[in-house]
């Protein structure tokens, strides 16, 4: 089973704003999860289009609803749901055409769900803007899509088959499912993507609000803001000798 999340939203700022604050996001007051931020690989192609290859490492917990479902063997070395992960974001910016497209997927965790979310950025009128960062140059509008997959009740969908056949081949009858094996195998699936799909529309509101933070620390104060910004929430999550990376 797969689910879709998708929402749109306009941002009162330039094109060329809206993208560097994407790449100055974190850290900010509403992603004191965010741990660090390193650059893999970043290039430019024939086009002239930027490609950027980052991964984030954040702390991340695990809904106690979800805890509920998975056994101890899922769980590993998890403490009170609490957990290290890491993000890998892809990106690509066309300067001249007005447009970045990212991608983002967790690297941990895939066994129990997969999480990729897309975004497209748009320029919006007008087309002249240039390197104005000013918020009367334009708008930039994106769109998020967001899918989820549970692979975990594919796989004891997988082991229930495969229990059943072997029950088959040995009673030549076919077992009865009573309700608490059918539910695990597609109700465990179900419930993940269901709880996934609500803490990510929450995430993704407190994404948009941290946006809008640095937007206005540019718009205030330039790039020295924005950074300044950046030192203090730093210091504010992991104080003055705090564990924040970003390379």
Avoid: C
């Avoid at 930027?50 to 106690?64: D, E, F, I």
């Amino acid at each position: 089973m797969v689910k879709f999340y998708e929402s749109t939203f306009a941002y009162d700022y330039s094109f060329p704003a809206v993208t560097l604050a994407y790449f100055l996001r974190y850290p900010n007051p509403y992603s004191t999860h965010v741990l660090s931020t390193d650059v893999i690989s970043r290039s430019i192609d024939a086009a002239g289009r930027l490609h950027t290859l980052r991964v984030h490492r954040k702390s991340s917990r695990l809904p106690s609803a979800v805890l509920k479902l998975l056994p101890q063997s899922v769980l590993g070395n998890v403490s009170g749901g609490r957990s290290e992960s890491y993000i890998l974001e892809s990106s690509t910016i066309d300067v001249n055409e007005g447009w970045m497209r990212t991608e983002s997927k967790n690297l941990d965790w895939t066994g129990i769900l997969s999480v990729v979310e897309k975004q497209e950025y748009r320029r919006h009128v007008p087309v002249d803007e240039g390197d104005d960062f000013s918020v009367g140059a334009g708008t930039t509008g994106v769109v998020t899509t967001v899918m989820f997959k549970s692979r975990l009740g594919d796989r004891l969908r997988a082991r229930a088959t495969r229990k059943g056949e072997a029950a088959v081949a040995d009673d030549g009858e076919e077992p009865k499912k009573g309700f608490l094996a059918s539910w695990s195998t597609s109700g465990i699936q179900r419930s993940i993507e269901a709880i996934a799909s609500r803490k990510t529309e929450n995430q993704l509101g407190k994404s948009k609000e941290g946006m809008k933070v640095v937007l206005e620390r540019l718009r205030n104060g330039g790039l020295v803001g924005v950074l300044d910004g950046m030192r203090k929430d730093r210091e504010m999550a992991f104080g003055r000798e705090g564990v924040w990376k970003n390379t």
